[in-house]
Every structure is written in structure tokens, then in C-alpha cells.
């Protein structure tokens, strides 16, 4: 079966300081992985995916991310923390070919510092 | 990408009572998918709708509490039934692809 593991689930940066947030996921196939963004009181918004190609992955917003398969992790990065930022972020997996059944993390909260 | 309409986006309901969530698509998809987030917590998926056939649900999410209907390729519906308070969530309609979407929510208040 398929897991996803947020490690923090609540982070907090200075602005202008790098976002780290940490996800490891476990998949007994090639998994496609996902980040999500979530503001207060809203519905969930792609941030990007990978699905076996390139190993980093750009989305939007300036966040990019990882796929080490060795480690198992996907984690999110962005060089910059701006104070629009704070919201919560989900990573979720799906085993790639499988419809897009998605299994999600418990989420990591960012609030950003001014 | 799609673009997904969910209605009612919020509701507040008495206990014992049902209600019904919609979600359109603006494109045909085979898949459709309905998460629930409880407060504080992460989505779970309650089923997986496929037009044609019956939902096919997850652990712990039966057909009489969470009935689903697929009519066609672009639209679904969750009833949510015999409401507790235990199911005051967010309520979710997803479509797939590389890259699932999601709707904006229903915000489920069970009173």
C-alpha cells in the first residue's frame, strides 16, 4: 500500500528566508507524487507533479521539487519565502498508471515571519 | 486542465437530515474521485465514481451513508446521509489525468 510522510507539521520561515518542507513517500511501483497548496478556507491547488520525467520539478509560484528515489522523497523548495506563502501544503502519491487514486499526507502548515 | 464547479460551497445542516453535493466538470472524464477532510486533518478518499457502474468505495466509507451517482462523463453527486455532527467536513470532488484537480469544496456544518 501505498504512504506518504510529512516530517513537520507546522514549519515556520523568516521572509526571504528558504522554504523547506519534507515529504517521503513508500510505493511498490513508480508512484506519481504530488504537491498541493491549500489556503484557509479554500479548495486545494496544484502546485506541481512529477510523473517519471525530469527529476526536479518546476511549479508554480517559484516552488520546485526533487524526486530522489533512492531516499524516497519528493521534497518541496522555494529559494525565497514570501509572506503570500503561508498556507498548508500537501504531498500526495499515486501509483502511476492507476487513475489517480491519491493518498495524502497529513499536511505541513508554513507560516512565514515578517 | 479541468475546471471543477462544486454546489453548494457551504451548508449547515440539521442531524438526521441528507444532502446532496454536485460537481461538474467542463470537460468529459472517465474518473471522478470524492475526498473528505475533516477539520484539522488531511483528505481521505471516500470513493472512486466511474460513469456507468457503481462507486467503488473505500475502507471504512459505505454506499448507504455516501451514495454517489454518475449520470454522464461530466457530473456527479455525493449525498452526504442521516447527518451527525461526526460529518461536518470539507467535502471535495476531484478529477484525474497526470495531475488530479480539484473543486473548491463544500463545507459541511452538521449541527
Known amino acids: 500500500a501505498q504512504s506518504v510522510t510529512q516530517l513537520g507539521s507546522h514549519v515556520s520561515v523568516s521572509e526571504g528566508a528558504l522554504v523547506l518542507l519534507r515529504c517521503n513517500y513508500s510505493?511498490?511501483?513508480?508512484?506519481?507524487l504530488f504537491w498541493y497548496v491549500q489556503y484557509p478556507n479554500q479548495g486545494l491547488q496544484l502546485l506541481l507533479k512529477?510523473?517519471?520525467?525530469?527529476?526536479l520539478v518546476k511549479g508554480i509560484n517559484g516552488f520546485e521539487a526533487e524526486f530522489k528515489k533512492s531516499e524516497t522523497s519528493f521534497h518541496l523548495t522555494k529559494p525565497s519565502a514570501h509572506m503570500s506563502d503561508a498556507a498548508e501544503y500537501f504531498c500526495a502519491v499515486s501509483e502511476s498508471g492507476y487513475g489517480n487514486k491519491l493518498v495524502f499526507g497529513a499536511g505541513t502548515i508554513l507560516r512565514v515571519k515578517s | 486542465s479541468a475546471v471543477i464547479s462544486q454546489k453548494p460551497s457551504r451548508d449547515i445542516c440539521q442531524r438526521g437530515t441528507s444532502l446532496t453535493i454536485q460537481c461538474q466538470v467542463d470537460?468529459?472524464?472517465?474518473?471522478m474521485f470524492w475526498y473528505r477532510q475533516q477539520p484539522g486533518q488531511s483528505l481521505t478518499l471516500i470513493a472512486t465514481?466511474?460513469?456507468?457502474?457503481?462507486?467503488?468505495?473505500e475502507s471504512g466509507f459505505v454506499i448507504d451513508k455516501f451514495p454517489i451517482s454518475r449520470p454522464n462523463l461530466t457530473f456527479s453527486t455525493l449525498t452526504v446521509s442521516n447527518m451527525s455532527p461526526e460529518d461536518s467536513s470539507i467535502y471535495l470532488c476531484?478529477?484525474?489525468?497526470?495531475?488530479?484537480?480539484f473543486g473548491q469544496g463544500t463545507r459541511l456544518t452538521v449541527v
Open positions: 510505493s511498490s511501483v513508480p508512484p506519481y
Open positions: 465514481a466511474n460513469q456507468g457502474s457503481e462507486a467503488t468505495y
Open positions: 476531484s478529477v484525474g489525468g497526470v495531475g488530479a484537480f
Open positions: 512529477y510523473t517519471s520525467a525530469a527529476t
Open positions: 470537460s468529459q472524464v472517465t474518473m
